[in-house]
């Protein structure tokens, strides 16, 4: 069967190889305009004359739980995106298309069963079995060639014969194929099935069936190397679900009622992944929604204080949703979050660490010079334990706050902190320090050096562009930088430029 690895259409539209849920990294960003160079290595990559470095950190989840993420080359991912896309037609659909969560989310009002079963899948991502996904594949595409350069490319990221590289729209792509099976043989066996991701749902009509669907279920999975879920495999009555939903939207509706005169109609559709899809689009909804948001998430900073750690992700249950969306919704109000609030809403909430920064970053535009965002950035950076994950979106926010650094005594602390930083055992944590820092005019030419020489080409190109961002370093330095290797010298020419995003 014919068929084309276009990698220079990858190449040129980076934004579809970046990952999912972390910043614009650095290591990304500066390789902006090199669609020729990363299409060129990425060849060698499928070829299997390069095989490029990668490294692993942890990203949290909910309840403060861990999950690897393997950060790849530019051009690694270029290579892996450009693969599934030239066989992606053949693939079947995927599961996390516009429409598909809203499906899954109606399942129970659309069924009249008496129960629905919920269920997903243990750590999906790292225990997809290679030789499973290849055959797979084949069935599907009828091209060996593909799903052998495709084997080999997983085989050096993943270091083994199992699992998917994450946060990356490939991968998802990947999964919905090799998770597809256990949903259709749920549906052959007649069970009224919805997917999205690793997230079931099945309908049935008494208790036996539904401990019948669960079982067969595990069969099926454990045919796949996976496991489910335990704390997420439930049974519950149909009519259960539908008055939690009416719980849910009565909760939101009693706020709004309480700080504004018109009902709260259409505004928000609930999901279960502790998100929300908000449905205010005017300035006038946002300011008779900002009431409603700033109580809401006082009441919850109270809740939360009132009661023991081991029991506030209980009792925020009906907030969690909310909270990453009234962050969002506040970001024009008058009033500024106390830096105590964000603070705990990180702390009990990692993965929300990202809207708080959206947050911290908005109002720098919108209440700047009235407020000083480096005093929130200094109570952020000093929370203790701080994943991978959590530095790289803190130095994000670093490099993209260039204001009123002189008249801030919080300032020297937080770049202090980010000083540090060149010194973590993560390869792209370095770099992105590195790139804060030379967005604040204070790398060292020592620092740069020590971080090149300890560098691998999954960060040498970001540090050239450290050095054509903040100047001033040794004619020798830049050289021996600048000229070692075509990624080195685009990346350098493109923070010189000012092209940056960040400038």
């Not at 969306?325 to 660490?353: M, T, Y």
Request: glycine share 4%; aromatic share 8%; proline share 4%.
């Amino acid at each position: 069967m014919a068929y084309r690895i276009d990698t220079r259409a990858v190449a040129q539209k980076l934004d579809t190889v970046k990952f999912q849920n972390l910043p614009d990294l650095i290591i990304d960003q500066c390789l902006t305009g090199c669609a020729n160079e990363l299409s060129a290595i990425a060849d060698m990559v499928l070829s299997g004359a390069a095989v490029l470095p990668s490294e692993t950190l942890a990203m949290p989840k909910k309840k403060f739980e861990p999950r690897p993420v393997t950060v790849t080359s530019t051009a690694a991912r270029v290579a892996y995106t450009a693969l599934v896309n030239s066989i992606s037609d053949s693939l079947g659909p995927r599961s996390r298309d516009e429409g598909n969560r809203q499906k899954h989310e109606s399942f129970t009002a659309r069924n009249e069963s008496n129960y629905i079963v919920e269920f997903d899948i243990v750590s999906f991502y790292e225990y997809v079995d290679h030789g499973i996904l290849s055959n797979q594949l084949l069935s599907h595409t009828l091209n060996s060639e593909a799903v052998q350069k495709l084997r080999r490319v997983l085989l050096s990221v993943s270091k083994g014969n199992r699992g998917l590289p994450q946060l990356l729209s490939a991968s998802d792509h990947l999964s919905d194929v090799y998770i597809g099976t256990l949903e259709r043989r749920l549906a052959r066996d007649g069970y009224p099935t919805v997917r999205f991701a690793d997230d079931f749902k099945a309908a049935c009509p008494d208790w036996e069936t539904a401990n019948v669907i669960i079982e067969r279920a595990a069969e099926y999975a454990r045919e796949l190397g996976l496991v489910l879920s335990s704390e997420k495999t439930v049974i519950k009555k149909r009519a259960t679900i539908m008055s939690e939903e009416e719980s849910k939207a009565r909760f939101i509706n009693d706020y709004h009622e309480k700080t504004a005169s018109t009902q709260l109609v259409n505004t928000f559709l609930w999901s279960r992944y502790d998100d929300l899809i908000e449905e205010v689009d005017t300035p006038r909804d946002r300011e008779v929604m900002e009431p409603t948001m700033w109580s809401l998430v006082d009441d919850w900073h109270r809740l939360v204080k009132s009661v023991a750690p081991e029991d506030s992700f209980r009792v925020d249950a009906l907030y969690r949703p909310l909270l990453s969306k009234a962050l969002g919704l506040l970001e024009e109000h008058d009033e500024r979050l106390p830096d105590e609030v964000l603070q705990e809403i990180v702390f009990k909430h990692p993965l929300f660490l990202i809207p708080v920064c959206d947050y911290v970053r908005a109002r720098v535009v919108t209440h700047a010079p009235l407020e000083d965002p480096w005093q929130t950035l200094h109570t952020l950076v000093n929370m203790g334990r701080q994943s991978p994950w959590a530095k790289l979106w803190l130095l994000d926010s670093v490099a993209q706050t260039n204001i009123r650094r002189s008249n801030s005594w919080h300032y020297v602390p937080v770049m202090n902190w980010v000083d540090q930083q060149a010194s973590d055992r993560h390869e792209v944590v370095r770099a992105q320090a590195a790139w804060a820092a030379s967005c604040h005019e204070r790398l060292s030419e020592s620092t740069l050096m020590d971080l090149y020489t300890h560098a691998s080409p999954l960060s040498q190109h970001a540090l050239a562009a450290c050095m054509g961002k903040q100047q001033g370093f040794g004619n020798g330095i830049m050289q021996s930088i600048k000229q070692d290797g075509p990624l080195n010298r685009k990346a350098f020419e493109w923070a010189e430029s000012g092209k940056t995003s960040t400038s």
